[in-house]
């Protein structure tokens, strides 16, 4: 029979943290209410208030200095939360930064939160460094730059310094991330299994049909349009170029798929001391469901809309034509949007999803045969 003292070094406080941060399974049973549109759980953030999460960046500057910084605000949305980190000592851009994200649960006992122990739950790890990442937009002040896993940075154009941190965290999975992630001991993310549609050996065209999509696009503080789309489909001849499209919404449909938004495609942003609005960007929260209504594709990120390159003559919108698009390794979104001069608004005409195929084949080796 093993002794206490032969138990490896922080063994019992691991054990202790886990219980107070959860662990015990009592969150699971609220998890099974499911969101008809979102295909995802109803009670992620009644949960995630419920047990106190906080979030946290810890800077970690190429000289070895680390620097906690708290969470300053969060916009929770239908499908996805952004929190924003506003103030805090930031670096510059001219060495290599990590930011490490960690979910955050206190032990609740009577002390000041400064020295309260707790659970901390690495959610993602990002290299900031001068020349990286992909640009969203700007104003007069700020450049707003996306990095990787929901990671937006927005960078003082002249000083080339960090002012300010903006995460979205899609909801799919986020209780268990934010809970089952490993503390600074031993530092891993929680891994959740692979998003899969599930194999359907009688169907032939398995993988083409029966996907589900909900779209928000929103910024820090609203919703700006929130949409869900059912049963859509692709031919196996119109797969092309190592993707299967779904045609959400048809320009020859628009009279009756024209979806409008419900206000301004732009992104306020804050500091300390100051703050303002970055024009034509938004946040972009997208869950594609297989055909069993589990979700198989869940972004959350920011997106620019830029004036299209192709104009084309619209009877039933006169304004000018723009695009969105957003791409990664599991597939691609287009949404055209026209501006209509009457109702001051933008409406999306034209929709198309791209799914991988290389990520639809995932499901089993009978359907990579088959595409």
Known sequence: MARIQEKP???????????????????KKKLKSIHSYTGLPVRTVEILRSLGVTWEITVKEARGRENRIKHTHVYFGQASLTVGWSSGKWPTLDK?????????????????????????SLLSKVLVKKGAGKLCGSDRLISLLYMENGVTVGVWQKQQEIAFVLVNFHYHRLVERNLLGTSTTYVFPYEATDMQAPFDDIDPDYGLHSYSMHLELHNTEDSIASVSFLQLFCRKDQIADGYVPLQVISKEKRQTQQTPLGGKISLPWKTEGLQGCVENCCMLTLTVLAEARTPFWCVSAPVAMTKSKHEEVSYACKGESFLMEFQDSDGKLEIELEWTEEQKQFVIVNLILFLSISKVNRGSSEFRHQL
């Open 9 to 27: 070094k922080g063994y019992w406080r691991r054990i202790f943290f886990k219980e107070l941060a959860g662990h015990n399974g009592s969150w």
């Open 96 to 120: 290599p930064t990590t930011l490490e994200l960690h979910g955050v649960q206190l032990v609740p006992i009577n002390c000041p939160i400064t020295c309260r122990p707790g659970w901390r």
